[in-house]
């Protein structure tokens, strides 16, 4: 199965809802190319719904970190949104929880955005 990337705004948040999996290959391309498209349109504030990613390999997680830096150096915020079971304790495992800022529900992460 591969990922599927829907982008949606609400209050100036950019929302990616990403569903299937973030792996080698397709989906973590998928989400590299999305995340640099927003960015080169200006685009800072970036929610990333992972409520229907089944699955992220060690690529994926890569490409999470990398996305999180490059919109960091670019002075924008990315967090992370509804996280699945699974994944959420991959990155308690990895140690990355404590990296992202990660939100239960939609409404209170887009409040928790600075306005600009």
Do not use: W
Not at 10 to 25: A, E, F, K, M, N
Not at 45 to 73: C, F, K, P, W
Not at 84 to 91: A, G, N, P, R, Y
């Amino acid at each position: 199965m591969s990922m599927k990337v829907t982008t949606r705004q609400v209050d100036g948040v950019t929302i990616l809802d990403l569903s299937g999996r973030i792996t080698l290959g397709e989906g973590s391309v998928m989400l590299r190319d999305s995340v640099r498209d927003l960015l080169s349109r200006g685009q800072k504030q970036i929610l990333l719904n992972l409520a229907d990613v089944n699955y992220i390999d060690s690529s994926g997680i890569g490409e999470l970190v990398s996305a999180y830096t490059t919109v960091r150096n670019q002075g924008g915020e990315l967090k992370l949104l509804n996280l699945t079971k699974k994944v959420h304790d991959l990155l308690q495992i990895t140690k990355l929880y404590t990296v992202f800022d990660i939100k239960d529900d939609e409404a209170s992460a887009i409040a928790s955005y600075a306005r600009a």
